[in-house]
Each structure stands twice: as structure tokens, then as C-alpha cells.
């Protein structure tokens, strides 16, 4: 079954502070992929980034960065310099080659204090 | 290009009501995903469409829940006798090929059951 967990429900920071994200997933397939989605007070899920399961290489977009380390089953997420912008909810997702879903985390609320 | 659309983006409803949510997923997209968001948790899996083909319903959470995609494209998500646990955020989401391909989120329709 699948099941990701983000531990931290609320975090604070003060902008321009770098925040990280933690994201634990099981699976028992070893062919799966990762995502990540913010979600802004809108509401509208927005895609942020796709990994496989077989590319461990960590990512870097802008502000935005990703740890996949397959040994400790952890797909993190920093943000760098954080803006009042990046105020959302984030949420870790994971899909499994067969399984017709994503399964989501409980999500990270992360307040960016001015 | 235009993103998933989904209408309305608010629904209120008396309990026993039945509501039919409307979801227009980006063009060309094969699946097609509708998720339940309740308060302060991440979206939970309903059902799944490749094309006009239902293929998984598992998560829909009583017979009362039904959806469909009749010429593979807009989809219908009709919950009849609304109860008050029905009261979610209802996400559609599309993809270009399967579940582990990238999914879209459209913004939502939050249905409030009085």
C-alpha cells in the first residue's frame, strides 16, 4: 500500500529565512514517482515537480530544491530565501505503476511572517 | 493553454439534495481523477477515468457517489441524498497518459451540506 508521511503540520518562518520541507513515503514497488504540490490560500493544487524512482539526483529550481534519498525513503523540499509568496500548503504525493491514484500526505501549512 | 475548469466553484446544499459537479480537464488529457479534500487534510482518491472508461472507482465512499465521462472528456461527479459528511472540496485533476504521469489539479468545487 502506498503512504506518505509529512510529519510537520505548521511551520513558521521569517522571510528570507531557508525552510525544509520532510516528506517519508512506503511503497513496495520499485517503480514509483514522487510529486510534489503547492497549494495556495486559493485552493488550486499547483504542480511543483515530478521524480522517478530510478533518479536519485537531487533538483534545484530557482529558490526551490529536492533531496530523493531512496535509503531513508525521503523525498525533502527546501525553500531558499522564502518569500511571504510561498505562504501555501505544500503536499507530497506519491503513484505507483498500476495503482490508479496519487496518495497525498497530510501537507505541510507554511506561513511566511514578513 | 487552458488549464482543468471546474464548475461551480461553490455548491451549497440541503441535506437529501442531489448536486452534480462538473469538471473540464485539459485538452487532449486521457485520465481523468476526481479527489475528496476535507478540512485540513490532503486530497483522498474517488475515482479514475482512461478516456470514457471507468477504471477505477474504489474510493468512492457509498453508492451514493457515481461519476461519469460519457465521450471521454468533460466528467460528472453526481452525489445523490447529500449528507453532511459530504461537505469537501471536490478536485479533478487530468493527465496526459496514466496515473503516474503529471496531474493537473482544477480549482475545485467546495460543496457545503447543510
Known amino acids: 500500500a502506498q503512504k506518505v508521511t509529512q510529519a510537520q503540520t505548521e511551520i513558521s518562518v521569517v522571510e528570507k529565512e531557508d525552510v525544509t520541507l520532510d516528506c517519508v513515503y512506503e511503497?513496495?514497488?520499485?517503480?514509483?514517482?514522487l510529486f510534489w504540490y503547492k497549494q495556495p490560500p486559493s485552493g488550486e493544487l499547483v504542480f511543483l515537480i515530478r521524480?522517478?524512482?530510478?533518479?536519485?539526483q537531487n533538483e534545484i529550481s530557482g529558490r526551490y530544491s529536492w533531496n530523493f534519498q531512496k535509503s531513508t525513503s525521503s523525498f525533502n523540499f527546501t525553500i531558499t530565501a522564502s518569500q511571504v509568496v510561498d505562504s501555501a500548503v505544500y503536499f507530497c504525493a506519491l503513484s505507483e505503476r498500476g495503482n490508479n491514484r496519487l496518495a497525498f500526505g497530510k501537507g505541510n501549512q507554511v506561513v511566511v511572517i514578513p | 493553454g487552458a488549464g482543468v475548469s471546474q464548475s461551480p466553484r461553490y455548491k451549497v446544499a440541503k441535506r437529501g439534495q442531489d448536486v452534480a459537479l462538473r469538471c473540464d480537464p485539459i485538452s487532449g488529457h486521457v485520465s481523468l481523477f476526481w479527489y475528496q479534500q476535507a478540512l485540513g487534510q490532503g486530497p483522498e482518491f474517488l475515482t479514475y477515468f482512461q478516456n470514457e472508461a471507468q477504471l477505477d472507482k474504489s474510493g468512492l465512499p457509498s453508492d451514493r457517489f457515481f461519476a461519469e465521462r460519457p465521450e471521454g472528456s468533460v466528467s460528472t461527479l453526481k452525489i445523490q441524498r447529500t449528507q453532511q459528511e459530504d461537505s469537501a472540496v471536490y478536485l479533478c485533476?487530468?493527465?496526459?497518459?496514466?496515473?503516474?504521469?503529471?496531474?493537473?489539479f482544477g480549482p475545485g468545487t467546495r460543496l457545503t451540506v447543510l
Open positions: 521524480r522517478n524512482s530510478f533518479d536519485e
Open positions: 511503497t513496495r514497488d520499485t517503480t514509483y514517482y
Open positions: 485533476a487530468s493527465s496526459l497518459g496514466d496515473a503516474t504521469d503529471t496531474q493537473y
